[in-house]
C-alpha cells in the first residue's frame, strides 16, 4: 500500500477513536534513536525533565498541522523542565530534514525510528487493533513526567484535532504547578 493509500486508511480508523489517557501512571518504555546528524539521543538522556513526545511523519498532514506549535512549546516551557521530541517513523533523514527540519526550524531534536519499532512501543494493544502499532501512533502526543511515567497520550481524534495543544499544556501546568 503507498503513502496515500496509508495516510487514508488510518484516517478513516481513527475516526473510532475518542480522546487522550491522562494521568495514566504507565511507566514509558526506554529507547535509543539517531537525531538528524547521526548523533544518538536515549530517553536517559532527559531522566528528570518533562518530556513532550510527538510521533510523527512527513506526509501526515495533522503532524505539519502541530509543527508550528510544538516549536512554540518548546519555547515557552523550556526554562520549566520540559524538553519536546519529534520521533519520525519509518522516513529516511535526508527527507524528514528536508520536510520537517528545513520547515520548520525545530530548536528540539527530531528523531528518527526508522523501523517503527520505538513507536510500537508506545502503542495501546487495544486501540485499532488491525493497523500496525506504529501507524496507531501516528500524530500522537505523549508526555512523560521526570520520574518516566507516562502522563498524557493522545492519538489523533480527527474529530476533536487539538491543533495548538491546549489540551496537553493544560496537564503539564498542572503537574508543573505541584512541583
Given amino acids: 500500500m503507498n503513502y496515500q493509500g496509508k495516510l487514508i486508511a488510518i484516517i478513516l480508523s481513527i475516526f473510532i477513536f475518542s480522546g487522550p489517557v ?59 523542565n520540559v524538553k519536546v521530541v519529534i520521533v519520525d517513523v519509518k522516513e529516511p533523514a535526508s527527507l524528514v530534514k528536508a520536510k520537517l527540519q528545513d520547515r520548520f526550524n525545530f530548536t528540539f531534536p527530531v528523531l528518527l525510528d526508522l523501523d517503527g519499532a520505538v513507536a510500537s512501543q508506545f502503542a495501546p494493544a487495544d486501540v485499532l487493533p488491525e493497523l500496525a502499532r506504529d501507524e496507531v501512533m501516528l500524530a500522537s502526543n505523549l508526555l512523560i513526567d521526570p520520574q518516566g511515567n507516562i502522563q498524557y497520550m493522545s492519538l489523533l481524534d480527527s474529530k476533536n484535532f487539538d491543533v495548538t495543544l491546549n489540551e496537553l499544556k493544560e496537564v503539564l501546568n498542572e503537574l508543573l504547578s505541584k512541583l
Avoid: M, R
Avoid at 47 to 76: K, M, R
Fill in 22 to 80: 491522562v494521568n495514566a501512571q504507565i511507566k514509558a518504555p526506554e529507547f535509543e534513536l539517531k537525531d538528524l546528524n547521526g548523533n544518538l539521543v536515549s530517553s536517559k538522556d532527559y531522566e528528570g525533565n518533562f518530556i513532550v513526545i510527538h510521533i510523527a511523519t512527513t506526509w501526515c498532514p495533522f503532524c505539519n498541522a502541530e509543527a508550528p506549535y510544538l516549536e512554540q512549546l518548546n519555547q515557552d516551557y523550556n526554562q520549566q
